[in-house]
């Protein structure tokens, strides 16, 4: 028998969701955003749950291929646009738009021989200074491009840098808006947190939600996934491979972090950091074990942890322990973002980083269709 660690998606849980973010966004279409292959999920396991959006956005053209080879047919968006020249025979064969976010972008374009023009994305730098033109350089921009006859329509886009947070996104919208006011154009705008917590004033043409889709909560811990009606979408789960009888002052693993301050009973974990479990989680870090919420005491090893089975007493060799998402046992849910703070870290984060060991379940039958 395999080692018993197992990441299973939920199709009905991304259907949910998507399901979640149309009713923020309205009349505005949905980009799935499925980057670093669908936050970790696997492209090819999340599409029949979100084939329901309106298009796929991502960045890597080999993903762009893979949603290709899935059989859709819509639209695909490359959120950072191509690398190279040759990126844009590939955008005319595979029909991909592409975001157009600095000058050497746009000369690629001008120097490109294509039959059909192409759909682009113009990217504002309204704040957040990573891609995009300036505000000041975005009018001229437009014009080089619109003057391409390689360039079919050209729709608008910045990205927000605070929409989860207190500073929000006032001061980067007035800048998108000032300097996009006389050109024509969709405008795509939102994230997820834009899209759950300023959707009135951001939900354009085009919402762009990734996170939300996975069931994480932008805004972990002034909102939680549940007040946001998100279900999650992976679970990270295992089994109890051994149990302990501690007395006063034995202490667990590596380091000796932990001290039993009287009787207690452990169970040991097939899951460790080379799984994808964080390092960085230590004692106090929520698991469920049968269903039941307890934590993990002492550190996390390679292939393992330990948890505290106090109040779990029919554990036992076998016994079901998530890591995060939904126990199959009780149907109780941890959330990736509680787990992920106790790490320092963001729900993100833990989903893209399921090690390449970690096998998937088959989608379950009853959820797949
Ligand atoms: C990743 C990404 C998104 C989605 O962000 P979430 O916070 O996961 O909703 C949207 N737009 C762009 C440009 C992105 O790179």
């Known amino acids: 028998m395999p080692r018993p660690i197992l990441a299973t998606v939920h199709t009905g849980a991304l259907r949910h969701n998507l399901e979640r973010a149309r009713r923020s966004a309205l009349e505005a279409r949905v980009w799935a955003v499925v980057k670093a292959n669908a936050y970790g999920h696997g492209i090819e396991r999340v599409y029949e749950g979100l084939r329901g ?37 590939l955008c005319s064969r595979l029909d991909l738009w592409h975001t157009v976010h600095c000058d050497e972008q746009i000369d690629m374009l001008a120097a490109h021989k294509t039959l059909k023009p192409q759909r682009v994305f113009l990217k504002m730098n309204s704040g957040m200074n990573r891609l995009g033109f300036t505000p000041e350089r975005f009018g001229s921009a437009w ?26 996104i006032a001061h980067q919208l007035a800048t998108f808006e000032r300097a996009t006011r006389d050109l024509p154009g969709e405008r795509s705008i939102a994230n997820s947190a834009a899209t759950l917590r300023h959707a009135e004033q951001t939900r354009g043409d085009w919402v762009r939600p990734g996170i939300l889709l996975y069931g994480s909560a932008p805004d972990f811990p002034e909102h939680d996934a549940a007040h946001w ?32 301050q009287g009787p207690l009973t452990i169970g040991i974990a097939a899951v460790g950091y080379a799984d994808g479990y964080p390092r960085h989680c230590d004692s106090g870090t929520p698991v469920l074990v049968n269903g039941v919420r307890t934590h993990m005491v002492g550190r996390v090893s390679m292939d393992m942890i330990t948890v505290d089975l106090t109040n779990v007493p029919d554990a036992k060799f076998g016994s079901e322990v998530t890591l995060w998402g939904k126990s199959a046992k009780t149907g109780a849910v ?18 893209c980083a399921v090690a390449q060991r970690v096998p998937f379940a088959d989608p379950a039958p009853t959820e797949g269709r």
Do not use: C
């Open 143 to 168: 014009t080089r491009l619109n003057a391409l006859t390689q360039v079919d329509e050209i729709s608008l886009m910045t990205h927000f840098s605070d929409a989860d947070g207190a500073r929000g």
């Open 53 to 89: 959006a309106d298009g796929f956005a991502l960045l890597d053209l080999a993903e762009a291929e893979r949603v290709r080879a899935l059989g859709w047919r819509g639209p695909v968006l490359l959120l950072e646009g191509v690398f190279d020249a040759r990126d844009l025979e």
């Open 229 to 260: 009606q998100l279900q999650p979408t992976m679970t990270l789960s295992t089994q109890i491979i051994s149990v302990q009888t501690l007395k006063a002052g034995d202490t667990i693993g590596y380091g000796s972090r932990f001290t039993a």
């Open 334 to 351: 941890l959330p990736i973002d509680e787990v992920a703070k106790a790490a320092g870290t963001i729900g993100y984060e833990l989903m």
